[in-house]
């Protein structure tokens, strides 16, 4: 009964297409596919991509000639120096790792027969099992159990000189203790899973193991399984003697990093600024959703933009269409510095990092999430109003209750998207864009949790097309309409704005009534100075007509007189909270990058800036730290930099700011104005 009241109407709805011309939204639509980018990432996930391999190069080419076949311009595989020598900012390189052959044998030695007796990790059948930057070796030895085997106790009363250590921590956590100090020949780490609700539950999984890229000794590690770990945790316990061979040929060499890329030619006088697709090609085989999904789904989206301008389906955008598939950040910081000329022709990025995880599968939830609030921009509200769209045609759908534009693959889920509109979060490339030096607005397309990230289990069978074909449309959306942005458009996105500034003014509503009264004034200071910034941003892209101006300021007059008008600062700043600090020319990037962290190795400092290990309500110390560097622009002051951070992660002392400020000067990154 219900449901025949209910359907007619029902049956209508629709939501409005946002910003984009709805022949465009259908023209996408219509030719997206996401059972195609399934096939793609099935050949990425066959690949073990470990920073310029021979195997990421396979992937890399496979790339390259899906767009040459589907008629991209200017494909190629940029070569850029692998060597553990070159500085590309504030990222290191690190030599190439070829991994080739492993194998891991338990074996019984009776006199001077050794017999096999079972095999324990084979690189053959799960290339996961051998730890990246791993050496050659052939040892046979005896397995002994330390714990974790990262701290001292965990040695006492064993002896594991040249022998096989089985920890609990990744190998480059335990290997200066294991190898270094009491000279173990090589470790077996059941190091578990990334921690989510899931960690330790499947035993299963044998994660992604990591040793120290620049570390001069030379080790190797296996991954193994909680399971098989227990196993011989219970022979050894019992006193029973466990000896293993361990083979490894693999290799550091100076290498390049090959990073396929492409271009749909802009047609407008903006042809020299380019829209980029960004992703990240490496990481262990299958790697599906981390992240074959993010390269399969940019691949697709290369194809359908070529057909559709082939086809005279789309015109060709204004500013051209840049596509790159690095290795994660080590590649993009390396293609920023060794191609500076290309990274000054990008004027935002859509940056994909797990787009396809099937929720039922891998517990994903899906986020189209925001740049920093220190790049205040309107290129994410773009990205959120396509996430919405999405969101509420895929609902309708489901539903059964209309929604012409489900974007549903034959042969993936029909569940709505329901994707998560998001705040900042920092882990993959794009905040290598959005970083201080560089300002490249981001839009961040990206799973979180998934129970299988980095370990063999993060399969294809795992990946849903229908969500890469979402992932697919929220992204092609965002692009075409940022490539063809112009005037006579900004009144239809300061629409789209306005509810986005209104619906953030809840949020922050609630943020400031837990805080005390000068703190609260500062976060809204913070956050409505990062509003009207998002809207001064548009004018990068098109010029904004005059009464759409009037309109703004109005509004935003309106909103803080709403929001119990403005209330400045009790005084200016002084002493250290009036410092003023500047970057270092030349040290561009973040701190932590991949593999390498500039301000590790470079502070002298006695103690470790205390910011670094705080931990605020919504954000820890890296991310303060990533947002204090940000901000440092040679002119804010200290004490207003701890302000927009504050408003950003909660709260925070302006002694803790300058104490990490002064350590990026005695790091030589910054410098104090005079
Ligand atoms: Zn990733």
Redesign the pocket.
């Given at each position: 009964m219900l449901a025949s009241v209910a359907s007619p109407a029902a049956a209508q709805r629709a939501a409005p297409v946002p910003l984009l011309p709805e022949p465009t939204v259908a023209a996408l639509a219509g030719e997206l596919s996401g059972s195609a980018a399934r096939r793609n990432l099935e050949f990425i996930a066959r690949q073990h991509r470990m920073r310029a391999s021979a195997q990421f190069r396979v992937g890399a080419d496979f790339i390259a000639a899906e767009l040459r076949r589907y008629g991209l311009e200017e494909v190629s595989v940029l070569e850029l120096p692998a060597d553990g020598r070159t500085m590309y900012g504030t990222q290191k390189a690190r030599p190439a790792w070829d991994p080739e052959a492993a194998e891991l044998w338990e074996v019984r030695d009776e006199g001077d027969a050794r017999t096999p007796v079972a095999r324990v990790a084979s690189f053959e059948d799960e290339p996961v099992v051998l730890a990246q930057d791993s050496d050659s070796a052939d040892v046979t030895a005896e397995l002994v159990d330390v714990g974790a085997g990262t701290s001292e106790r965990d040695y006492a009363g064993k002896d594991v000189r040249g022998k096989l250590a089985l920890i609990a921590a990744q190998p480059g956590a335990a290997a200066p203790l294991a190898v270094d100090r009491f000279g173990a020949a090589g470790m077996v780490s059941y190091a578990q899973n990334q921690v989510t609700a899931w960690w330790k539950e499947d035993e299963r999984l044998v994660r992604w193991g990591h040793l120290d890229s620049f570390a001069g000794r030379r080790t190797f590690a296996f991954m193994v399984s909680l399971q098989q770990a227990r196993r011989f945790q219970e022979r050894l316990a019992k006193g029973e003697r466990i000896t293993l061979h361990a083979v490894v040929r693999a290799a550091r060499h100076p290498g390049v990093y090959g990073v396929p890329t492409a271009l749909i030619r802009g047609g407008g006088a903006a042809r020299g600024e380019e829209i980029v697709f960004s992703c990240?090609l490496d990481?262990q085989r299958p790697g599906a959703n981390?992240?074959a999904s993010?390269c399969a789904t940019t691949l697709e989206i290369a194809r359908t933009l070529a057909k559709l301008i082939r086809d005279g389906k789309l015109a060709r955008p204004a500013r051209s269409i840049r596509f790159v598939w690095p290795c994660?950040v080590e590649c993009t910081m390396a293609l920023f510095h060794a191609r500076p000329e290309m990274r000054a022709r990008f004027r935002a990025v859509i940056h994909m990092?797990?787009v396809g995880g099937a929720p039922a599968a891998t517990k994903a939830i899906f986020h189209v999430t925001r740049g920093p609030l220190s790049l205040p921009t309107f290129v994410n509200d773009v990205g959120q109003a396509f996430g919405a769209f999405v969101n509420a045609e895929s609902d309708a759908y489901a539903s059964g209750e209309g929604g012409r534009y489900p974007l549903v693959s034959p042969e993936g889920g029909k569940e709505p998207l329901l994707a998560d509109l998001a705040e900042f979060s920092m882990?993959?490339d794009h905040e290598v864009y959005t970083e201080g030096s560089f300002r490249i607005p981001a839009i961040y397309l990206?799973d979180w949790p998934d129970r299988y990230?980095h370990t063999n289990f993060d399969t294809p069978a795992n990946i849903d097309p229908t969500k890469l074909q979402r992932a697919a449309f929220i992204g092609a959306a965002s692009a075409l309409y940022l490539a063809n942005l112009q005037s006579s458009d900004v009144p239809a996105l300061w629409a789209v704005m306005q509810s986005a500034t209104l619906r953030r003014s809840a949020t922050m509503l609630e943020r400031r009534a837990a805080l005390p009264a000068a703190e609260g004034a500062a976060l809204a200071r913070a956050w409505l100075a990062a509003e009207r910034g998002a809207f001064a941003s548009i004018a990068a892209f098109a010029p904004v007509p005059a009464d759409v101006r009037r309109q703004a300021d109005a509004f935003y007059q309106r909103l803080e007189a709403t929001l119990g008008g403005p209330v400045p600062p009790a005084g200016a700043p002084s002493g250290d909270a009036a410092l003023v600090f500047e970057r270092v020319a030349g040290i561009t990037g973040p701190m932590s990058v991949f593999g390498y962290d500039y301000f590790d190795d470079h502070y002298r400092g006695a103690t470790r800036p205390r910011l670094l290990s705080f931990q605020g309500p919504r954000g820890a110390g890296g991310e303060y730290a990533y947002e204090v560097l940000n901000l440092v622009d040679g002119r804010r002051a200290a004490a207003e930099i701890r302000d927009v951070v504050s408003a950003e992660y909660g709260p925070v002392t302006v002694e803790m700011v300058v104490e990490y400020l002064r350590a990026l000067e005695a790091a030589g990154v910054v410098r104090a104005r005079r």
């Open positions: 990240h990481h981390d992240n993010g994660e990092d797990m882990g993959s990206n990230i």
